[in-house]
Each structure stands twice: as structure tokens, then as C-alpha cells.
């Protein structure tokens, strides 16, 4: 099965800064790799995704660049507010409208700075 | 849209009970729901696949007899924890899949379980 890898666990910036998030996957079949932001006590809300056959998605401060040939993909977060201190998963799935299941990544645990 | 909602919220129950946890999708039809279970401070760990009018399939490890899960319509998923112990004791949550087309996974808000 699909093994997700996900580095740091724990990220501390100041704000303003840049942020960015690895994750690497085991399964050349997983075409589909959301980002989800989880707030304590919340549910995971997904923040942007990339699909196999792009290669980056920018969506105003925040990118997701894909590596498929090396497994691995990322989440860039720029300048960075307090809001965005959160834990972010990264996951990956074999659908790419993301309907079949998604393995999860260990987390990172953001933390913004003032 | 793509409001999926969970009941309770959160529950407290004694070892040996068993609870019910609901998942709905309100504005639109789910063919296929999810359960996760996220222990404190950890990721979301797939515990079933739940599909409307079918058995669920369940992850490996996971114990179908303990954890029962009902599909029984497009729009409600029902997870039963049967003979609760305090290791159960978790942050369950679902989501739902779309059958109108519309992309990705809709997550629940979770029901935080507390078995005593």
C-alpha cells in the first residue's frame, strides 16, 4: 500500500517569512496530492491540490510543487500571517478527482511568529 | 455546498457501551464515505471505506466487529463502536465523496469519544 512521508514535524517561522512543507510517496500509482490544514479540535480543510499531470498550482501565497519522476511533493507557504499557524497534512490517492481513499502524512505542526 | 456534518459532537460513555456516531452529507450525495480515527497530536488514520448499499471494506488492523459501520443511504454513514474501551477513546472523523461531480474528499467536523 501507499506509504506517505512528511518533513518537518515541526516548523516554527517568523511572520512575513516563507514556510515550506516536504512530503514524499512510495505508490507511482497515486496521481493526486491534497493539502489539508487542521486546527485543534477541527476538521482537516483542504487547502490546494495538485494532480500528476501538473507540475505546480499556485493559489495566491500558497504552492504546491509535484516531482513525480522522484516521488515527492511540497507546500510553500509565503509570507507568513499568525492565522496560518495550524498542523498540515499532506496525502496522496490514486483518484485524481481524490474520491478513492487518501494516505495521510505524519503532519507538520506550523507555528507563525509575530 | 459540500457540507458534511457528524452527531455528536462528542460523546462520554462508560467501558463496555457502545456508541453511535453519525455522518451526514447535506447538500449534496455521497456514494462513498470515509472513517478516520486521529489520536492526539497524530495523523488521520483510514480506518474503513464505507460505500452506500455495501459492506464496508476495512483497513488492515482494524477490527469490523468492534467498529460497525452502516451505509444505508447517499447521504448518512453511521460508525458503532461496540463494547467500548478507554483505548477507543479518539477523535473520529469522516468525510464523504461526491456523486455530482464535484472533486475531492468533504471531511466532518469529528466526534471526540471519551470511554471512561
Not at chain 1, 90 to 96: F, I, K, L, Y
Request: hydrophobic fraction near 30%; include cysteine; charge should be neutral.
Amino acid at each position: 500500500g501507499e506509504n506517505v512521508e512528511q518533513h518537518p514535524s515541526t516548523l516554527s517561522v517568523q511572520e512575513g517569512d516563507s514556510a515550506v512543507i516536504k512530503c514524499t510517496y512510495s505508490d507511482s500509482a497515486s496521481n493526486y496530492f491534497p493539502w489539508y490544514k487542521q486546527e485543534l479540535g477541527k476538521r482537516p480543510q483542504l487547502i490546494i491540490d495538485i494532480r500528476s499531470n501538473v507540475g505546480e498550482k499556485k493559489d495566491q501565497r500558497i504552492a504546491v510543487t509535484l516531482n513525480k519522476t522522484a516521488k515527492h511533493f511540497s507546500l510553500h507557504i509565503t509570507e507568513t500571517q499568525p492565522e496560518d499557524s495550524a498542523v498540515y497534512f499532506c496525502a496522496a490517492s490514486e483518484s485524481t478527482g481524490g474520491g478513492n481513499k487518501l494516505t495521510f502524512g505524519t503532519g507538520t505542526q506550523l507555528k507563525v511568529e509575530l | 455546498g459540500a457540507v458534511v456534518s457528524q452527531h455528536p459532537s462528542w460523546v462520554i460513555c462508560k467501558s463496555g457501551t457502545s456508541v453511535k456516531i453519525e455522518c451526514r452529507s447535506l447538500d449534496f450525495q455521497a456514494t462513498t464515505m470515509f472513517w478516520y480515527r486521529q489520536f492526539p497530536k497524530q495523523s488521520l488514520m483510514l480506518m474503513a471505506t464505507s460505500n452506500e448499499g455495501s459492506k464496508a471494506t476495512y483497513e488492515q488492523g482494524v477490527e469490523k466487529d468492534k467498529f460497525l459501520i452502516n451505509h444505508a443511504s447517499l447521504t448518512l454513514s453511521t460508525l458503532t463502536v461496540t463494547s467500548a474501551h478507554p483505548e477507543d477513546s479518539s477523535f473520529y472523523i469522516c468525510s464523504a465523496r461526491s456523486l455530482q461531480g464535484l472533486k475531492g474528499q468533504y471531511f466532518g467536523p469529528g466526534t471526540r469519544l471519551t470511554v471512561t
